[in-house]
């Protein structure tokens, strides 16, 4: 949570901003990146994502994410869903999480320390849910719902 002090002296809490973003290659299989230990899930596979930057808008915070945790590129970057439940679970900070797929272009870089691992996934094929990160296989879940039943985007 975010604590903020506007003009009147009147202090709140905020929730943070963050990205998670399902890219995909030419084959259709999914990137997930294995969070390190030292993060919130580490040892599980996830979206890459993360909080967005100030000064940034979310799509560009969707790019950077991606590049830093796997350092591949993306293209036709579209939204998804905004997931904004204050109970979602293994959350502890109410993240408000926009939600993004992108298509995969090529890897000019190398993932960063939060990333131990970084493969791909066919969607058939995944980790176990138990070993997924957060709330990100509803996530993949509701993409695979959109692509099957034409859902209007952004899911809200």
């Known amino acids: 949570m975010i604590t903020c002090q506007f003009e009147d002296g009147f202090k709140v809490l905020l929730r943070?901003?963050?990205?998670?973003?399902?890219?995909?290659?030419?084959?259709?299989?999914?990137?997930?990146?294995?969070?390190?230990?030292?993060?919130?899930?580490g040892g599980k596979w996830g979206l890459a994502g993360g909080y967005m930057d100030r000064d940034e808008t979310t799509a560009q915070a969707a790019v950077r994410e991606v590049y830093e945790e796997s350092g591949w590129e993306v293209k036709d970057l579209t939204l998804l869903a905004i997931?904004?439940?204050?109970?979602?679970?293994k959350e502890d900070?109410?993240?408000?999480?926009?939600?993004?797929?992108?298509e995969a272009t090529q890897q000019t870089g190398e993932p960063d320390w939060e990333?131990?691992?970084?493969?791909?996934?066919?969607?058939?094929?995944?980790?176990?849910?138990?070993?997924?990160?957060?709330?990100?296989a509803s996530h993949i879940e509701l993409y695979q719902k959109?692509?099957?039943?034409g859902l209007s985007l952004p899911i809200l």
């Open 115 to 136: 990333s131990d691992e970084v493969r791909w996934f066919d969607l058939n094929n995944l980790p176990p849910r138990d070993q997924i990160a957060f709330d990100h």
């Open 146 to 149: 959109y692509r099957q039943e």
């Open 93 to 102: 900070r109410q993240n408000v999480s926009f939600v993004f797929f992108a």
């Open 16 to 41: 943070h901003v963050v990205v998670d973003t399902l890219v995909f290659n030419q084959a259709g299989q999914i990137l997930m990146v294995k969070r390190t230990a030292k993060l919130l899930e």
């Open 83 to 89: 997931i904004d439940n204050p109970k979602r679970p």
